[in-house]
């Protein structure tokens, strides 16, 4: 690593192990050497391959891909849906707030653990069974709506129950990626799933959008309860490329994997400025409602176009992310002071058409920032730790919510959703800050090593 910024550590992908019973400089240890060469230069070659979508050579990841893109996109059409709903029975986006946070709670008291969870188990049983209950509590919602008892303490308590799922679920999901695909088409993959998680973004919102207006919030429960049976078939049918292998350092549990990650600099640097993003910036499901309806004096509709503005610019910044071989240091800093602007760009928006202009921006900036402090994580933890790492990930992206969420809902109710956004806007301000202080020491990649199991 030198102090241009962020280079992919040795230990983060495979080696050629010399016999145990052969010194390094024997005849016989070069041998091996020498032979994996041709297949080392096969795979320099196929590393240079440039292209977002290169991981899509791989069919397991291309069936996972599959799955995903309509669990993913039915996930956002419930959340779009529970965000409307809930704000037409309270009125109040401080319960709204509260209800959006209440999802997030176990992540924020037990998430660290799930990566130990993940680091430990079958990752494909794990998904398939994780996957399940997630169908089981939107069919739940579904049910509860038809029946017309679906109250603000039911969607709670549903949302409780699916962070439950969740703790294993998130850092499961990111480690699994790896197996899908070759080392050198990891950083495409990581790409390729933000690529998903965004598109859903634009196709769950707007199919919620059409169906708000139209027929009312409970169809969108039961879709999304259907939208999970692609991905448990997608998961029942594919095979990793590789298994994985047990590590010793698993032992450790959520200690060894904090230690391992303040250890790094590649690694605690993105933790923490997401963790200042994702606490004020990212709260865009308690804002967005209440910009439209009280703001900008919309309805439905226009939550529903907010969103899929926001979402479009999404998918933009993961897809460049996509072309970027190895995120540095500087990209992480300037992904975030430009979604700071943007967000202060939306919080000036006169109008719903100049909203729509500033949060497709906002969208591209801000999941920029995200993809990037995502691919980060996964190029240079080892497989040992991916899990914790992921979890913690996790932790900081998504199980700052609960907290978050009240804490932009409190403002929203006594400021307004335009100062909701500036406030998010110095959160960005400062990460990007901490990120330009930041000096990395020349050829700190020489002193990395895996703490254990290597």
Partial sequence: ???????????????????????????????????????????????????????????????????????????????????????RLTGSAADLGLVL?????????????GGTIADRASLRGLLIGTQTAYGAL?????????????????????????????????????????????PQDLSSAVAVNG???????????????????TIGTTPCFGL?????????????????????????????????GLRYAASRQQLWLPLVMMALVGLLAFNFPVILPVLASRTLHG??????????MLSIGSVSGSLGVGLIRHPRRQYL???????????????????????????LATGAAGFTFVTLCSTTLQLHSSTAYRGRIMALWVYVYLGTTPVGSIITGSIISAAGARVALLVGTAACLVAAAIAARVHTPPHIDATLTDLAGR
Avoid at 101 to 111: I, M
Avoid at 299 to 308: P, S
Wanted: with cysteine; charged share 10%.
């Fill in 333 to 359: 800093m300037i992904a975030a002071l430009a979604f700071g602007v943007m967000l202060a760009a939306t919080a000036g928006a006169p109008d719903v058409v100049i909203a729509c202009l500033t949060l």
């Fill in 138 to 182: 939107a069919g739940l919602l579904w049910l509860l709506a038809v029946t017309g008892k679906a109250s603000v303490a039911a969607i709670i308590a549903i949302s409780v129950a699916g962070g439950v799922v969740q703790i294993a679920d998130s850092p499961a999901r990111q480690a699994f990626i790896g197996s899908l695909v070759q």
């Fill in 1 to 87: 690593m030198d102090r241009e910024g962020i280079r992919v550590v040795p230990e983060a992908v495979p080696d050629f192990d010399l016999p145990s019973d052969q010194p390094p400089g024997s005849a016989a240890a070069a041998q091996p050497a020498t032979a994996a060469q041709p297949a080392a230069a096969a795979q320099a070659r196929t590393a240079g391959r440039r292209g977002t979508f290169r991981a899509l050579r791989s069919r397991p990841f291309r069936l996972y891909f599959a799955g995903q893109v309509a669990s993913a996109s039915g996930t956002f059409v419930q959340q779009t849906a529970i965000g409307w709903l809930v704000l």
């Fill in 101 to 113: 946070a209440a999802g997030g709670v176990p992540t924020l008291l037990f998430g660290p653990w």
């Fill in 299 to 308: 309805n439905g509709g226009t939550y529903g176009l907010l969103l899929t």
């Fill in 195 to 213: 690529v998903v998680m965004n598109s859903a973004r634009v196709v769950g919102p707007a199919i919620a959008g059409v169906l708000i207006v």
């Fill in 224 to 256: 999304n309860a259907l939208s999970y049976l692609a991905v448990i078939a997608a998961l029942i049918v594919l095979r990793p490329l590789r298994g994985r292998t047990r590590h010793a350092s698993t032992a450790g549990g959520v200690r060894q």
